[in-house]
């Protein structure tokens, strides 16, 4: 396909050498005898390249440069001036003129800068053209699912990934909150710049403030030299505060100034530094019970929480199981590797406490202990088969016989999962007294997770 150049000239003898030398190079040419009548031809005939001189009647070559530039920043626009006017040239390039010659001028060097600059357009237009096709790639990377519950997350994810505000993800552990943060950011006009993750919740009491907000020398003992925090490290991109839940309450105060000033003071340091990052965080603590219970600030959790998205849990999404498995077949193995009817139905059926992390870990456990290229029920270790017992609620006993004590446990254990662990619901689910239910709890040694 041709390349398309705009000629504006108010010389005629000028603009008809110029016309003939480009078209004998292969490209489209159209001319314009002034600014005014160059600019309605550039919108009608849309030039992938604009010569134009800089000296004309009317409308000068740095208003038509400023002109198209307002109309469309990506179009290359080559000014010509005279030997003594390099200094108006100059100030052409600054307004975004991508290069300029000076006449008189010979035919190679007209060919050898439209060349580089319609060179330099395609490669522009390369990159930007690789660039929304890893956008797009990273819409949802490696997050899989095609669930009800799930398309509700990725349609939240859409709407607000290209935005400033804080996003405030909850969910259990393993449900791939960070997968989330990392799509917001990897859709985000911030994607060039750095993603830094913390984790507030693995980093020792007496360092954690220093991790977040950096520290000067000399500080405290042992702060031999200055060092930047995760704050700092995130500037232009995106921080990732996991398990914010768990922040300390005398840090939260500070956490919440950094968010409402959009600067940063380092520990020891007595001047703020300003900010631009965005904060996603995310925790798997009922953050309503910890404010609740005042161990978090409620000002924070608004602050934070501009637009909240929850994770369901495994359990909840048991149709994207099948999806699951068979992406992580093919993340750990080359091989092609499958799970018969029996297998599959007892991953689904099972309640993965660990959600998806715990499925992936089994699934990868699974493939490296495999015989065959089918994994069958038999394969899957004894918690599946038997949880599997309970499969749709209903009772399928083993030929071989099945402990009634085992059984017990699992009915207790499926009660309290279908009830969200709440032991009054699970209680008059199963049509018995709280406290029979709580002794059961007691005698099975059934762990209920921390709310």
């Not at 000296?55 to 626009?77: C, E, H």
């Not at 007496?206 to 020398?217: N, P």
């Not at 300390?248 to 105060?253: I, K």
Request: hydrophobic content about 40%; glycine content about 6%; proline content about 4%.
């Amino acid at each position: 396909m041709k390349a398309k150049i705009l000629v504006i000239d108010d010389d005629t003898s000028l603009r008809r050498v110029l016309e003939y030398n480009l078209q004998e190079e292969g490209y489209e040419v159209q001319t314009a005898a002034s600014g005014e009548e160059g600019l309605r031809l550039f919108k009608q005939f849309q030039p992938d390249l604009v010569i134009t001189d800089m000296k004309m009647s009317g409308m000068d070559g740095l208003k038509v440069l400023n002109a198209i530039k307002k109309s469309s920043g990506d179009t290359l626009v080559i000014i010509i001036t005279a030997f003594g006017t390099v200094d108006v040239a100059v100030e052409a390039m600054k307004a975004g003129a991508y290069d300029y010659i000076t006449k008189p001028f010979n035919r190679e060097a007209l060919k050898l800068t439209v060349k580089k600059a319609l060179q330099f357009s395609g490669l522009a237009e390369e990159n930007k053209r690789l660039k929304n096709e890893l956008s797009d790639k990273a819409d949802f990377r490696s997050i899989v699912g095609s669930s009800v519950e799930m398309e509700k997350v990725f349609e939240v994810v859409r709407k607000v990934a290209d935005t400033e505000a804080a996003v405030f993800i909850t969910g259990e552990s393993g449900t791939g909150k960070e997968l989330i943060a990392r799509s917001l950011h990897a859709n985000s006009s911030r994607r060039d710049g750095p993603f830094v993750a913390i984790n507030c919740s693995a980093i020792p009491r007496d360092l954690l403030e220093s991790e977040l907000f950096g520290h000067t020398k000399g500080a405290f003992t042992g702060a031999i030299k200055e060092k930047s925090g995760k704050f700092q490290l995130a500037e232009g991109g995106t921080i990732f505060l996991d398990e914010v839940g768990e922040l300390l309450l005398e840090l939260q105060p500070k956490l919440l100034r950094v968010l409402q000033e959009k600067e940063v003071e380092p520990l020891g340091g007595t001047k703020p530094q300003k900010l631009d990052v965005r904060v996603i965080s995310a925790t798997s603590i009922n953050i309503e019970k910890a404010i609740a219970d005042g161990t978090f600030r409620e000002d924070l959790y608004y602050r934070l929480s501009v637009i909240p998205i929850h994770m369901p849990p495994l359990r909840e999404r048991q149709t994207d199981i099948p999806l699951l498995v068979k992406y992580f077949c093919a993340k750990h193995c080359s091989e092609k590797i499958s799970f018969d009817k029996d297998a599959l139905d007892a991953l689904i059926s099972f309640s993965w406490p660990g959600n998806v992390r715990e499925l992936e870990n089994s699934v990868e456990r699974l493939l490296i202990m495999r015989s065959i290229d089918v994994i069958s029920l038999s394969d899957l270790p004894d918690k599946f088969r038997e949880h599997n017992i309970l499969k749709n609620g209903v009772v399928r006993l083993p030929d071989e016989g099945y402990s009634l004590e085992q059984l017990e446990r699992e009915i207790v254990i499926e009660a309290l999962e279908r009830n969200a662990w709440n032991q009054a619901a699970a209680a008059r689910f199963l049509r018995i007294p709280r406290h029979t239910l709580i002794y059961r709890i007691e005698k099975y040694q059934i762990e209920v997770p921390e709310k």
